[in-house]
């Protein structure tokens, strides 16, 4: 019997660490590639669970798509009145919209949640239909949304997975992202006096290389829930965890199994030649100006496309380094990213030649490419 257990413990250490170490603690768990959306790990990722404050990575993406950071925002006594964690924002004050974004995510701010709700769409209930339609429409279809700050209700809950996704579109946004990773911003409200103080309460800030973001919360109903999301070598991971009694130990176990497992590879480099043209009989070159780089896992076979643009009725001269169209890279059929298609030189042609002719008109190339 000795001899069973003693192999058995060696065989549990020579398999995956996915098989058992991986945020042991956590009831529902996954790490996601941002750039691409595929699944890395998941435990109980699809199971349906009450979120807490992470719902106001929501309510900052409603945010910045549907006001301006300098709009100014009225706070009322509802929303200095919310329940729990707080912003300190008081009634009859006006902030401008990026400080209150800062203390809903920084602070976490329950008050700053409803004001930003009330001023963009006149009441919390019509800013809330926001939040689920922009869910429904960028395939989060498991999560529903109640209110805009993670407040208890049987019918306010998402998946592991659909955070990650929510997640996902929502570090698109630079300025999303510069907000998320600021570990502590000092605003006044206009015309006033008085310092509010936002502190990020995401530990991993500080204990996780690379890390930048996103969202703790915590209710009695959630437990403690966190999305996290860390970038390294051009590569970028989103971890979940919901109701994990140690979720900072969670985070670091899958984001270092992501890094792990995934090497950064280029599918379009800097300066390649993406199409040549002829004018007055000299051949010129139209590039990329920037690279494009994807996660692969090592042996896995991955597709995606390439469509290139080049602009109508370019005309001469173009000088080096002009923008003359763009390549959209597409994974799964899903747009992942873009690179502009610059002048590798000055072009000069006789008579101002339209380029046009050149590129038969709007040129799409696409590519499959695969890659091992």
Partial sequence: MRRYIF???????????????????????????????????????????????????????????????????????????????????????????????????????????????????????????????????IGAHDTSFINPNGLPHQDHFTTARDLAWISRYAIRNSEFWNIVSTPVKMVHPIDEDKELWFFNHNKLLDMYEGCFGIKTGYTEAAGRCLVSAATRDNMTFIAVTLNDSDDWNSHAEMLDYAFSQYTAREVISKGQTIKKADVDGKSYSFIASDSFIIPFKEGEKISFDIVNHLMENLNCPINAGEKVGYSDIFYGGEWIGTVDIISENDVIGAKDIRLRNSFYNTFLNVLKIWCI
């Avoid at 945020?23 to 890395?40: H, P, Y």
């Avoid at 929501?58 to 100014?72: C, F, H, K, Q, R």
């Avoid at 990026?98 to 009330?118: K, Q, W």
């Fill in 7 to 137: 192999f058995a413990a060696v065989i549990c250490m020579l398999l995956p660490k996915t098989a058992f170490a991986i945020a042991d603690s956590a009831e529902c768990a996954c790490v996601m590639n941002a750039l691409t959306g595929e699944m890395i790990f998941e435990k109980n990722a699809y199971e349906r669970r009450p979120m807490a404050s992470t719902t106001k990575i929501m309510t900052a993406v409603v945010a910045l798509e549907n006001s301006g950071p300098d709009e100014i925002v009225e706070i009322s006594l509802n929303a200095q009145m919310q329940e729990g964690s707080a912003a300190y924002v008081e009634a009859g004050s006006r902030m401008y919209m990026r400080d209150l974004l800062y203390g809903l995510m920084l602070n976490s701010g329950n008050d700053a949640a409803v004001a930003i709700a009330e001023h963009i769409s006149g009441d919390v209930a019509s800013f809330v239909d926001k939040m689920n339609d922009k869910a429904w429409t």
